[in-house]
């Protein structure tokens, strides 16, 4: 689903909740730091650092980093924002140990492999995008920016599951997860 994100973000989408996995899940992460990868606007962002949230949120996009950076310095919310480009390979990432990781309707198969990496002990993955389904449904098959069915089920390794599901959410079909870094 690669696009102009500049002028997606410039036509101003609105405020939207925050991906379900995150709202339901979000209570899990152990203390400490959130990194947001491809975070946009900051809806899960915002969303985790009123909850007492540090979040370090990363996207491509100049200007939803700039809107980030705007809204955050506004509301004196903790919420970091850098433009880097996730679809490099391999991106800049930066140091870790996170608390918890959020990877919302993105897909890098190549980056959640690395994720374990940037996780504390017990420090979890929530992780949800369109699946397989969703892209029939799109008319796009082959594309490789949808998760595959039951693919979000097996953790990358040295991940553990801890809940998964998949089907029709709202207008669309998804796949969601949370996974877990053992050690705790």
Do not use: H
Request: glycine share 12%; proline share 8%; charged share 25%.
């Amino acid at each position: 689903m690669p696009r102009d994100w500049d002028a997606y973000y410039r036509a101003d989408p609105g405020a939207r909740e925050p991906a379900f996995v995150v709202r339901a899940y979000e209570f899990l992460i152990p203390e400490g730091g959130v990194l947001d990868l491809a975070g946009g606007d900051g809806r899960n962002a915002f969303f985790l650092a009123r909850r007492g949230r540090r979040v370090t949120l990363l996207d491509k996009s100049p200007v939803a980093v700039s809107r980030v950076r705007e809204v955050a310095w506004r509301d004196g919310t903790a919420v970091r924002a850098l433009q880097i480009d996730l679809e490099e390979n391999p991106p800049v990432l930066p140091p870790g140990p996170f608390a918890g990781v959020v990877v919302s309707y993105f897909v890098s198969r190549p980056l959640v492999a690395r994720l374990e990496a940037l996780l504390v002990a017990g420090g979890l993955v929530l992780i949800e995008g369109f699946n397989r389904c969703e892209a029939l449904r799109r008319g796009r098959p082959g594309s490789p920016y949808y998760w595959d069915s039951g693919e979000l089920t097996v953790p990358p390794r040295g991940l553990e599951l801890v809940a998964a599901g998949e089907g029709w959410q709202g207008a669309a079909c998804r796949s969601w997860a949370v996974w877990r870094r053992a050690g705790l």
